[in-house]
């Protein structure tokens, strides 16, 4: 087993003992019924996506300053596995909602902000595959990434003051009972190790994809492009 | 002494090879030209000489300061003519060159002189779209020596300019050391004493003709 | 090297270009105007709505409007090759980044100069002083951000489509908290005062950071 099967075979492990935390361990809850367990990892996918994008951020600024393509590569790599985790709090965050609200969706800051998040890291992603490989590609991400980092809270801090124009839905969080909070804090620290290992794959694969840009084995000059494969 | 030394210039546009291993030294005051036919990459390697682009590897020097870390000083001392002119259309001859003068700071007295070098002054009013290609051309040679640089790198300078193509080119480049790309090699013959062939992306050598005064 | 002066002389070809032209501002003036059309019929706008709907197709038309604006300073550039000229000089990047967000910002004012009365004419919203401050404070954060990333595409394949993309996120806030403002300006409910205190931290943050970011995105 390669050292990253090894390690993609204990984050899997790890969040099947989160998984069994869960469903066996956390009580259920008084107030939502079972639904409520999707907060459990919910919440950590979204700290595990925050987790991510700041990665995006430190390897942008690094870039900018040094122009690492180590840098860059952690980059790209918090970018998709980033996008990755949002998507998941986005739909778990929708199916607790429906059975909790009885909407989908309810414009709060916290959903508003996680959407724009969603949204500007997949601008991110879309901006790299469009631009010329290389430097400038890895600036203009670069820019992006801390853009978007910035706006994120910002958008988020927008849309509280709106609510206090505005007042809808109040989401209720009241103090978590230990075993909740001793699950919560598993599984978190699973979803991370996850994240982590997911982004060190993606690291291999974009090194990978780096070295078969700019070192060919046969010289080949003025050749059309082949056609990249989907990241 | 060498005004510019480059060093295994080598460049990548994403998967494409366009520039390998290009080695060149070019002497104060030396005119050179870049031959090669189209899509050998003399684009690409004057757009690194200029400052304008900088290569996937390799070193430049230019009047002995590294061109990747003090671009900014550089820009003072090098004339660039792109393949496009590069002008902006609403304006005239005249406002276009004042624009950057003021750009570059560089005193506006210098349009006059420019527009002259080039043989424009008839036409300094006119707006730039109603140029004609030749006068487009002979105006963006008068931008790249306004602020008056010790290095002029152009790109197929001769482009859309008539009979007074030579003549012209010999006045813009009195003095100052050249590097210019060219498909004429006639007139490279008689503005440059040496020259580069490039193919492929990559230096076939240069050489050094005797300078035929015809 | 005088950045200011640099950013003013940039400015002035920017907007002397575009008066010997005259194709941009009329341009978005009529579209302006055909946005509101839209939102009257989108809406379903009538005498007892106008007022609540109003101050949201406003933005809708200044949102398209910009994307439209900002993407063209840049668009003609890249069309003259002249950037390149541009950036070649030892001007600084950041100073040519202001001249032309000041250029472009000077151009949406333009067309507010349409917008907003045409918005009182079909919908009967108040033109006051407060409205028109609330629209030109968002108008500046949202140029400084519209013009960076119109920099930013203007060298990437499918420019068109990726700055809305891009931008749209980053304005949100600036929507979220001008929309508030015009609309407290024009007699509903809310905290002017808050919106525009708001509306104006995010210009200055916005501003130094494109500012800071110029410089990487300008430079070949």
């Known amino acids: 087993m390669s050292r990253h099967e090894r390690w993609a075979a204990v984050a899997v492990g790890l969040m099947v003992v989160a998984g069994a935390a869960i469903f066996l361990y956390a009580p259920t809850d008084y107030l939502q019924g079972p639904v409520q367990r999707i907060f459990y990892l919910h919440v950590s996918s979204a700290i595990a996506a925050y987790g991510c994008f700041t990665v995006v951020l430190i390897g942008g600024l690094v870039y900018l300053r040094r122009e690492s393509l180590v840098a860059d590569r952690f980059a790209r790599a918090g970018a998709v596995v980033g996008v990755v985790f949002t998507t998941v709090t986005l739909v778990m965050g929708m199916l607790w909602a429906k059975p909790i609200w009885g909407t989908y969706w309810t414009w709060d800051a916290r959903l508003t902000s996680t959407l724009v998040l969603w949204m500007i890291y997949a601008g991110y992603l879309l901006v790299r595959r469009l631009a010329d490989p290389g430097r400038q590609a890895a600036r203009i991400a670069a820019v992006v990434g801390i853009f978007g980092f910035v706006d994120v809270p910002v958008v988020h801090f927008s849309v509280t003051w709106w609510r206090t124009q505005h007042p809808g839905p109040v989401v209720v969080n009241d103090a978590l009972p230990p075993e909740m909070l001793a699950t919560f804090l598993l599984t978190m620290a699973c979803t991370l190790v996850l994240a982590a290992v997911l982004i060190a794959i993606r690291y291999r694969i974009e090194t990978l994809s780096d070295e078969r840009m700019h070192l060919a084995e046969e010289v080949k000059v003025i050749t059309a492009p082949e056609p990249r494969m989907a990241p | 002494m060498s005004f510019v030394v480059a060093n295994g210039l080598t460049h990548w546009f994403g998967r494409d090879l366009v520039l390998e291993g290009v080695d060149l030294v070019v002497d104060t005051g030396e005119h050179m030209a870049v031959l090669g036919d189209n899509g050998a990459g003399k684009t690409t390697l004057l757009r690194i000489l200029a400052t304008a682009l900088r290569p996937t590897a390799g070193r430049l020097q230019i009047a002995g300061l590294d061109a990747f870390r003090e671009k900014r000083r550089l820009r003072h001392h090098v004339g660039y003519l792109a393949h496009a002119p590069g002008l902006y259309p609403a304006l005239s001859a005249v406002e276009n060159l004042e624009f950057f003068c003021d750009l570059q700071e560089v005193s506006r007295t210098r349009v006059e002189e420019a527009l002259d070098v080039v043989g424009m002054t008839s036409a300094a009013h006119r707006r730039a779209d109603q140029l004609s290609r030749g006068m487009q051309q002979r105006l963006a040679i008068a931008r790249a020596i306004l602020h008056e640089p010790r290095l002029l790198v152009l790109d197929e300078p001769d482009a859309s300019l008539g009979e007074d193509a030579a003549e012209l080119l010999t006045r813009v480049t009195q003095g100052k050391t050249v590097i210019m790309a060219t498909h004429d090699r006639a007139l490279a013959n008689r503005l440059c004493p040496r020259t580069l062939e490039l193919r492929h992306g990559r230096s076939h050598g240069t050489a050094t003709r005797l300078h035929v005064v015809t | 090297m005088n950045p200011v002066r640099v950013a003013i002389a940039v400015a002035r070809k920017d907007l002397k270009s575009e008066w010997r032209t005259r194709e941009l501002v009329p341009a978005l003036a009529q579209f302006v105007v055909l946005a ?92 006051g002083a407060d409205v028109v401050a609330a629209v030109l404070l968002a108008t500046v954060g949202m140029a400084a951000l519209g013009v960076l990333f119109a920099a930013i595409v203007a060298r990437v394949r499918a420019r068109e489509l990726l700055l809305p993309l891009l931008t749209l996120p980053l304005w949100i806030p600036f929507i979220v908290a001008g929309g508030q403002a015009v609309q407290s300006a024009m007699g509903l409910p809310g905290s002017y005062q808050e919106a525009m205190g708001l509306l104006l931290d995010f210009d200055i943050l916005f501003v130094v950071l494109t500012s800071l970011a110029a410089r990487f995105v300008l430079d070949e």
């Open chain 3, 36 to 127: 509101l059309l839209i939102g009257n019929f989108g809406f379903q706008v009538d005498t007892r709505n106008a007022s609540a709907i109003a101050p949201g197709i406003l933005w809708f038309a200044l949102v398209f409007a910009g994307l439209v604006a900002f993407g063209r300073t840049f668009a003609a550039e890249r069309e003259q090759a002249s950037l390149e000229a541009m950036l070649m000089t030892p001007a600084s990047p950041v100073a040519i980044f202001a001249g032309k967000a000041m250029a472009a910002t000077v151009l949406l004012v333009l067309c507010e100069v349409v917008l907003l009365p045409a918005l009182t004419l079909f919908f009967g919203t108040p033109l």
